[in-house]
């Protein structure tokens, strides 16, 4: 007599239950196995990749702040989207500009006094470098004023029917990493310039992932992620970050709370921004890749039974006996579990619990 356990594994290992028999190696079933608790095994590809809930957006917002003094004359509307050169917002009538950059500009931009040095500096670089990109300036060599940038801020003044002066005031200038969607208005006309004016994101849409803190596995910067977007269509992203300051569950009175785990942020970005037309905010599935196994045997882990001597097997059908035979498990997925073992192969039944 092979004195066997039956169980079932539930996902992480743990046991769902137990059924103690004890059966010949072979065995014979009066009217055969009951067919609706058999399985044939198959063979396929497992794979450990993981479905969690994202959220469609354009990511996180900051604030423009005006330092000019004046009234608001011109706000743009909000879902507008601005690029290097465009109007923010007007004071007293006159445009506050986008450019690009790292560095805000500090201080007032324009010819030197008579047998003073030229102005140099990465403001000055910033400004060089917006005209170029804009059409103004041949090219950017150095980060100093040059008589030839005094003459591409004049004639961008131009364009924007300001006087041509060849200076430019800080407070006209707001400098930006990029292109900026509007997201919000903070103020409104009539208020004075020096405020919070705008909410403003990035461009492009983004996916914001959350997830339990203590299972980040396969969320990490550059992988690879599936998405099915709120418009019904399936598309690919990457994750562009992922934060490691893990926000607490939340304290409330809600009893499923107690069930809640600390969890941090991951920003993935559409590898296809057309994919998202025509819807802005909603809920996402995400797919995260884990480990794969192709082409191998696999039975429902309801199928495995724990062998007292160590180790499991399947019950094979043979007509209408059975026999055990032992197997050595792989991979675990989606309720699945990789088996080998001698003789076996796909279409063959096996018993299963359920």
Do not use: C
Not at 172 to 177: A, D, F, G, K
Not at 235 to 240: E, N
């Amino acid at each position: 007599m092979t004195a066997v356990v039956a169980l079932v594994v539930v996902a992480g290992g743990g046991l769902a239950g137990f059924r103690y028999v004890d059966r010949p190696e072979k065995a014979v079933a009066a009217n055969g196995p009951d067919p609706a608790q058999t399985v044939a095994i198959t063979r396929t590809d497992l794979s450990q990749a993981k479905e969690v809930s994202g959220q469609l957006g354009y990511g996180d917002s900051s604030t423009i702040k005006s330092h000019a003094t004046g009234t608001i004359t011109w706000l743009p509307k909000a879902n507008t989207a601005m690029d290097r050169g465009d109007v923010l917002y007007r004071v007293d009538n006159k445009p506050v500009t986008l450019f690009y950059g790292s560095t805000p500009l500090f201080r007032t931009i324009g010819p030197p006094a008579a047998k003073a040095k030229p102005l140099a500096g990465p403001d000055i670089r910033v400004v060089k470098e917006n005209l170029t990109a804009l059409g103004f300036l041949s090219k950017t060599t150095t980060d100093k004023l040059t008589p030839a940038t005094t003459k591409a801020i004049k004639e961008w003044q131009k364009s924007l029917d300001l006087e041509p002066t060849g200076v430019i005031d800080p407070t006209t200038v707001v400098v930006l990493p990029g292109a900026v969607r509007v997201d919000s208005l903070k103020a409104a006309l009539g208020d004075p310039a020096a405020t919070d004016l705008l909410g403003v994101t990035a461009t492009d849409k983004v996916v914001t992932l959350p997830f339990d803190a203590d299972d980040a596995a396969g969320i990490k910067a550059g992988a690879k992620v599936k998405l099915a977007l709120p418009n019904g269509k399936d598309t690919t992203g990457t994750i562009r970050s992922v934060g490691t300051d893990a926000t607490p569950p939340p304290d409330g009175d809600n009893p499923a709370d107690g069930d809640k785990k600390p969890q941090l942020i991951a920003t993935i970005t559409l590898d296809q921004q057309a994919a998202s037309n025509g819807v802005d905010t909603g809920p996402v599935q995400v797919t995260v890749p884990g480990p794969t196994r192709k082409g191998v045997l696999v039975v429902p882990v309801a199928a495995l039974l724990a062998l007292r001597e160590g180790g499991y097997a399947v019950q094979v059908v043979n007509g209408t006996t059975t026999s055990l035979v032992g197997v050595q498990t792989g991979m675990f997925a989606d309720g699945n579990v990789e088996i080998t073992g001698t003789g076996l192969q796909a279409g063959l039944k096996v018993v299963t619990t359920s």
